[in-house]
């Protein structure tokens, strides 16, 4: 794993931290707010609910692992209102975590799980909502949030800060094995 931690930090990786998968607090109320559909992704593809499953089979595809890396990048903002910097954050993080991805692929011989940030985007239009599989399920992830983790507890619990200050924004993956 330390070689996945190198390769990490080689493309920009702030901060890593190691966590047991029975330490996690799940909350499945925390899908009613994928279901919400705020981001406008909920039923719309494969990485997003309810494509995922239900939240009791992402729990328990969790807890199938016994750890966790999580994976933590800061975007610094001009304000709290800097959308420019958190989206092209968002871009270095999905970057970051797909060659993460690749990487595991190429060198874990064990199965794993990756979870990134928000809903995947790769396609234009999904298959999920023309019924086809994923296209690109080797580089396709879900987010931490889908599978009914709190990521600010989660953080707290491996004693790294949720942010880095004012005007900064943090993404946070994590990858189970």
Not at 16 to 30: G, R, V, Y
Not at 55 to 83: H, T
Request: glycine share 8%.
């Amino acid at each position: 794993m330390q070689d996945i931690i190198n390769k990490a930090i080689e493309l920009g990786i702030n901060n890593t931290a190691f966590i047991k998968t029975k330490d996690i607090i799940f909350s499945e109320d925390l899908r009613a707010t994928c279901e919400q559909n705020i981001c406008r992704s909920y039923g719309t593809n494969w990485m997003c609910p309810p494509g995922i499953g239900t939240a009791p089979d992402c729990i328990n595809r969790v807890k199938s692992f016994e750890n966790g890396l999580l994976i933590q990048i800061f975007v610094k903002m001009k304000n709290s209102f800097d959308i420019n910097a958190m989206m092209e954050g968002g871009k270095k993080f999905k970057n970051i975590m797909k060659n993460l991805k690749e990487e595991m692929n190429k060198t874990y011989t064990g199965n794993f799980l990756i979870l990134g940030a928000g809903g995947c985007n790769d396609c234009e239009k999904c298959a999920y909502v023309i019924n086809e599989p994923c296209r690109f399920p080797e580089t396709s992830f879900s987010s931490v949030e889908a599978h009914g983790i709190y990521v600010s507890d989660i953080m707290k619990k491996a004693g790294l800060a949720y942010n880095d200050g004012p005007n900064s924004f943090a993404y946070v993956g994590m990858i189970l094995f």
